[in-house]
């Protein structure tokens, strides 16, 4: 496994080593040792699959609140998606910064992503799955997110948006919360 840093603290495009032959190729798609020698959190609480019929649907941005944050590994096994993630973390040298990474099912990138981390997608082509390995196991109470469109972060997303769901639509601007996730703070999205 190949592991290149990106600006985001902490987060790794991770590409494979292919051991070709005339059948194909045999790669390792995860590794406890590679991930635990990098100083990466190396749990798996559970695996998700994302299935999306429509190209320019879009998902995101979430992130789970303290005590129950989650790393997240996060590969697109058919497809492809436009795969973003925010830094939430007020202490990071790159707080507030953000990145996309075109994760495809020909490309075999996968995108390891710190806990405190806002991240999303968008499909770049219809019926797009993405396997995700979560670092802890969801919990919808400290579950959040911000809006995909929020102009504290500028994200650009590559096409216009032909599914989003009204919950990802409702999410409170950065703005309204200017809440960093690390050390336990409240979720202010949270209408109570």
């Not at 990098?38 to 303290?66: D, I």
Request: aromatic share 14%; glycine share 8%.
């Amino acid at each position: 496994m190949i592991f290149t840093e990106t600006k985001i603290k902490g987060a790794f495009i991770v590409d494979l080593e292919l051991q070709r032959d005339r059948r194909g190729f045999f790669a390792r798609t995860f590794c406890i040792h590679e991930f635990e020698a990098r100083g990466l959190k190396s749990n798996v609480a559970q695996c998700n699959l994302s299935f999306n019929y429509k190209k320019g649907t879009l998902r995101g941005m979430h992130y789970q609140m303290p005590p129950s944050q989650e790393t997240k590994f996060v590969r697109c096994v058919q497809g492809a998606i436009y795969d973003v993630i925010i830094d939430l973390r007020p202490e990071s040298t790159s707080y507030l910064s953000h990145i996309g990474v075109e994760l495809t099912a020909k490309n075999y990138l996968a995108l390891y992503i710190p806990d405190s981390c806002a991240h999303g997608f968008q499909t770049l082509t219809d019926e797009t799955e993405v396997s995700y390995q979560m670092g802890d196991f969801y919990a919808p109470e400290y579950s959040s997110g911000y809006r995909y469109d929020d102009p504290a972060f500028g994200i650009e997303w590559p096409l216009p948006i032909s599914e989003i769901a009204e919950k990802d639509m409702a999410w409170a601007l950065f703005e309204q919360t200017n809440v960093g996730i690390s050390g336990g703070y409240k979720n202010l999205n949270d209408k109570q």
